[in-house]
């Protein structure tokens, strides 16, 4: 097996195994609350079927042994994290984000060389997302956080993975009112329609660039979603893997593990 160790890289934790195979290297980034451990099991099936694959997995800052950030901007997300890729010494990786991180893996496409995006279950309508928090803003800013955080974590679908990935994803979230205002600021914040026209930018890049571009659903998407999607990134592929809920990778930690085998050989071609 390749070693790994924990690391510290451009101040945040993460765990990094350092195979220096021939392949293209994968980022992994935890959903918002979560921290790295979260992709454990897709780490064990990767390392089972390439052993000298090279993965970093995160803890974004404020999670895990992360230390908080003064602000939480995707832009300056996307940054701390190529910073942290150049410290650990990786060439083009493959930047795999589940749910708001996935947002982040997509501006980080954009902006630096990279083998492709792997979107785990976040749509990338950035206005509509923007509305429905700031219709809660009072409310996540308040002290009914923790009831819409729960309505939040009931809509994610946790029931339906196997047991031991159920107890991965309660032992992993820490939400707080802080932590997930910090990183919401933009959506409670900036005009949707500003932030919509950011994206679009972000994704005319993505476009230009012909990043190969994957997106893992776990639940049957919406075939105005999918076709809008292809629009904004006709080489983009949508995966769907129904039942998984919004933790595809823990639901078929086997499947997903092959589907990055996949995008690293395709980005060494």
Excluded: K
């Amino acid at each position: 097996m390749a070693p790994s160790t924990n690391v510290s890289l451009a101040g945040m934790a993460g765990h990094l195994t350092n195979g220096r195979c021939d392949g293209a290297p994968v980022v992994l980034l935890h959903g918002l609350t979560f921290d790295h451990r979260t992709w454990g099991p897709v780490v064990q099936r990767l390392e089972a079927i390439e052993p000298r694959r090279t993965v970093l997995a995160l803890d974004l800052p404020g999670h895990g042994d992360s230390p908080g950030w003064a602000a939480y901007d995707v832009e300056g997300l996307a940054e701390g994290v190529h910073r942290a890729v150049a410290e650990a010494q990786l060439d083009s990786p493959v930047v795999v984000g589940h749910s708001m991180a996935a947002v982040v893996a997509t501006v980080y496409g954009a902006r630096h060389a990279t083998g492709g995006i792997v979107n785990v279950d976040q749509p990338l309508r950035v206005a509509d997302f923007a509305r429905m928090v700031r219709s809660l803003a009072d409310d996540l800013r308040g002290p009914g956080f923790a009831a819409v955080w729960e309505r939040f974590a009931t809509s994610m679908h946790a029931e339906v993975l196997p047991p031991d990935a159920r107890r991965l994803v309660a032992s992993t979230s820490r939400p707080s009112r802080d932590l997930v205002v910090g990183y919401w600021r933009d959506a409670l914040t900036r005009d949707p329609e500003e932030l919509d026209a950011w994206f679009r930018g972000v994704l005319g890049e993505l476009r230009s660039r012909q990043v190969p571009y994957v997106t893992v659903v776990g639940d049957t998407p919406d075939n105005a979603y999918v076709q809008w999607l292809a629009r904004s990134l006709p080489q983009g592929e949508v995966v769907s893997w129904p039942g998984s809920g919004h933790f595809p990778h823990l639901a078929h930690p086997d499947r997903f593990a092959e589907l990055l085998v996949a995008q690293t050989a395709a980005a060494t071609r």
